[in-house]
């Protein structure tokens, strides 16, 4: 049976507003410093550059990201494609209820169900196990063939680096085959990988005539600008409810290491953590940040 889809579902009860998400973004950074500085190990750059575009879907647009939704069929999904700033979402679904703040400080440790990648065995409340880069786009293809029909939309977190990766290539064909509009794909294109930038290990531009090239709907906009923000997952959810048969793609352009100094456009961030010392003064940095905003 199709279920159809009316607008108000689309909606969360109390959506956030630019400055609200601004500010619990902000401590989400913090949050995300203290958990790797104690884990001491991990990945800040990615984690920083990814967490305002992660906090605007599930505080103003996710449907049923909630823990009394979990169960509802047609909640919305998301796939941390890029597994390694899964501190990100930690740092999020703590927020939300779905974990204890105190559980966040056991971040990869032994036994832990905060593992250093998303791990969907010891924590069923996310997706899909992901870190093995270039395959949650696929996941979340699979997902949104089987939503079809329903209210419920799919959003997966892709990195830059990781689309290099050929699975990607082969989702992006396939997805705009089945016309996938409920898809919604979210670039953190921050500009760096492991081994450097990514415009020099493996230029990828031009992104969005790729993109849409392949029959996907592409949106460009700045991924730390919460009005843009906010305005490019409204245009993705007004596609779906006027027809569109595409799914959407948005290039969020970021900077690694987002909001903390030393951390920002350094490719020696990727997965290296801070001394206490370098903790203490990215959190102050930080803290400065939300006070101001």
């Not at 509009?181 to 081994?195: K, R």
Request: proline content about 5%; charged content about 20%; aromatic content about 6%.
């Amino acid at each position: 049976m199709t279920v159809s889809v009316a607008s108000n579902l689309w909606y969360r009860a109390s959506p956030m507003q630019s400055q609200e998400l601004a500010k619990l973004a902000q401590e989400f950074r913090i949050t995300i410093i203290k958990m790797l500085t104690q884990a001491k190990s991990g990945h800040p750059g990615g984690s920083l550059s990814a967490i305002d575009l992660i906090t605007a879907l599930f505080f103003s647009e996710m449907r049923g990201a909630e823990p009394s939704q979990m169960n509802d069929p047609h909640r919305d999904r998301f796939i941390l494609s890029k597994g390694h700033a899964v501190p990100a979402l930690y740092a999020i679904l703590a927020k939300k209820g779905f974990i204890s703040t105190d559980e966040l400080q056991t971040l990869r440790q032994t036994g832990s169900r905060l593992q250093g990648h998303p791990d969907r065995v010891r924590l069923p409340i996310v997706e899909a196990s992901t870190g093995s880069l270039g395959q949650g786009l696929s996941v979340a293809q699979g997902m949104a063939m089987g939503l079809q029909g329903t209210p419920a939309r799919v959003f997966c977190m892709l990195g830059d680096g990781e689309i290099q990766e050929g699975q990607i290539w082969e989702a992006a064909l396939s997805a705009s085959k089945y016309q996938l509009s409920n898809l919604c794909a979210i670039l953190d294109a921050n500009n760096g990988q492991i081994d450097g930038p990514v415009d020099q290990v493996m230029p990828l531009e031009p992104l969005a005539d790729k993109w849409k090239a392949f029959g996907w709907h592409v949106i460009e906009i700045d991924g730390h600008n919460w009005d843009q923000i906010l305005k490019a997952y409204q245009e993705a959810r007004n596609l779906q409810t006027q027809g569109s048969k595409k799914p959407v793609f948005i290039i969020a352009r970021t900077v690694k290491g987002k909001g903390v100094s030393f951390m920002e456009n350094n490719i020696a961030w990727h997965g290296a953590v801070p001394t206490p010392e370098q903790a203490e003064q990215a959190i102050a940095e930080l803290s400065r940040g939300m006070n101001n905003g």
